[in-house]
């Protein structure tokens, strides 16, 4: 009990949420008393995966059907840029249900009839959900639930508290768990542009269809030493862009041993240490 006292303890995600929503590029209004004021209580443990059984190859076909498409995209969506070049995201609304936003990458180099057998229909709370796909002219065009701002964005506005870094690190985490784990890929471009955040003060992670196409399976611990680079890049952007090696935080005076030690550990710790409620390092931090 002693040491829980010693220990720095951050919100749990439901609190810090919040926290992004007081900058004034999220929020409208201000946080009620009673939302600021709120009890703060033990996070619960992390849900474990549940294994499901074997689809039958019925079900993939089918489901594959519905995910993939052979046909240009704007024969469903229509764009809401005029301009939306190759490589660059552009929105789009369905012209079936107008009220329904989506965002479209559209990709070029190495597509073939093949190239869709990589990729799936992703449902994770801290993922940008690949929604499906459209294969047209020599052209893959991946189709992404909408996100509001990337945390590149947003910190070009505001600057974030240590313990907003600190809800930040946990979801980023938490989806790097599931692309580890369920899609079986390192994701490999772990960064504030590829970070988004919803005005409800979701985190979640970007760009997920060019990791599957990729299909790196083996360099997984670098998505998790670039949490602690993006650390550094939150906090220190200007001596991360002379060093973006480096791990140690210049400024002595910005917050306390637990956020060094924390990102200390991100450079040696695998993904499921950091997310272990039980590790100390975990405790100080989340």
């Known amino acids: ?58 079900e993939v076909s089918k489901r594959r059907s519905n995910f ?19 490589g660059r995201t552009c929105l789009a609304y369905e012209k079936a249900s107008p009220s329904t936003i989506v965002a479209i990458k559209e990709y070029s180099d190495g597509v073939d009839g093949t190239t869709t057998n990589y990729l799936l229909k992703t449902s994770h709370t801290n993922l940008v ?28 506005a505001v600057k ?57 399976h083996d360099n997984k611990v670098q998505d998790v030493k670039s949490i602690g680079r993006m650390i550094k890049e939150i906090i220190e952007p200007g001596d991360f862009k002379k060093n973006p090696s480096s791990m140690v935080l210049k400024n002595v005076d910005y917050g306390g041993d637990s956020i060094r030690t924390f990102m200390a550990a991100t450079q040696s710790s695998n993904l499921r240490n950091l997310l272990n409620v039980r590790s100390p390092v975990f405790a100080l931090y989340f």
Request: aromatic share 6%; glycine share 4%.
């Open 1 to 58: 009990m002693e040491d829980d006292k010693r220990c720095t303890k951050f919100p749990q995600s439901s609190d810090l949420a919040s926290g992004f929503l007081e900058s004034p590029l999220l929020q409208s209004s201000p946080p009620s008393t009673a939302s600021r004021l709120q009890k703060r209580t033990k996070p619960p443990r992390l849900p474990v995966a549940v294994k499901r059984p074997a689809d039958s190859i019925d």
């Open 68 to 86: 993939s498409h052979e046909c240009s995209p704007w024969s469903k969506y229509q764009k809401l840029q005029q301009e939306c070049t190759k």
């Open 129 to 156: 959900n690949l929604l499906c796909v459209f294969v047209s002219a020599g052209s893959l065009y991946s189709v992404y639930e909408r996100m509001d701002v990337n945390l590149d964005q947003l910190l070009s």
């Open 160 to 216: 974030l508290k240590e313990p907003q870094i600190a809800f930040l690190c946990k979801e980023t985490l938490q989806g790097l768990a599931y692309i580890h784990e369920e899609l079986h890929v390192h994701h490999g471009d772990i960064k504030p542009a590829n970070i988004f955040l919803t005005l409800s003060g979701q985190v979640k992670i970007g760009n997920i269809a060019l990791s599957l196409l990729r299909q790196v």
